[in-house]
């Protein structure tokens, strides 16, 4: 049988990548995955798609790009993404993520406001939910600098340099934040 153009196109997986790339962030990540096993096959094992969606770390920074916060993971984590533009240190070489004031100010874990109802908290609060693989930034932040304060905010505190090879995860920064507020209940 003969293939029709769109057929052909969308068997082309350089043309239907492309095509999927057009598509929103959200819904690449969600709807179109069940369109059919074939487009969660295409989406799950391109590199690119895995880049644009946060998963697969991009090439490291050059001096003219600057880091993209995760714009799947800002509304969603506000509390982690207050600054509207990333910064980097000084050094080209090294883009620790320092997360921006605020997060600390919560004296128990359930204070935290976030912007989900009851049952979409339950979704993301699951081990394997997606948003816990994401990178926070693109290109991806390797190196995070963890404060500890011991006392009141004035006392001494502890430091911890902590190196991801893949990039900081917003998973294992949501548990460092976790697990640092639950201490100070």
Not at 50 to 69: E, G
Request: hydrophobic share 40%; net charge positive.
């Amino acid at each position: 049988t003969m293939l029709t153009a769109r057929d052909r196109v969308l068997s082309t997986p350089e043309l239907f990548i492309c095509i999927l790339l057009e598509l929103p962030q959200q819904t690449l990540l969600v709807q179109a995955q069940l369109v059919s096993r074939t487009w969660r096959n295409v989406i799950t094992s391109s590199t690119q798609i895995q880049q644009t969606l946060f998963f697969t770390p991009l090439p490291p920074l050059s001096k003219t790009r600057k880091p993209q916060q995760n714009p799947l993971l800002v509304p969603r984590f506000r509390h982690w993404f207050k600054d509207k533009e990333f910064k980097l240190n000084e050094s080209p070489y090294r883009n620790d993520f320092k997360p921006t004031q605020g997060w600390h100010r919560y004296k128990d874990l359930w204070e935290l406001e976030f912007p989900w109802a009851l049952d979409a908290k339950t979704a993301y609060m699951r081990a394997e939910a997606s948003w816990r693989k994401m990178l926070i930034v693109q290109p991806a932040v390797c190196d995070l600098r963890v404060v500890s304060q011991v006392g009141d905010w004035l006392g001494p505190e502890s430091l911890a340099a902590l190196h991801f090879e893949q990039g900081l995860r917003m998973g294992v920064l949501w548990d460092i934040t976790m697990d640092e507020l639950s201490r100070r209940r």
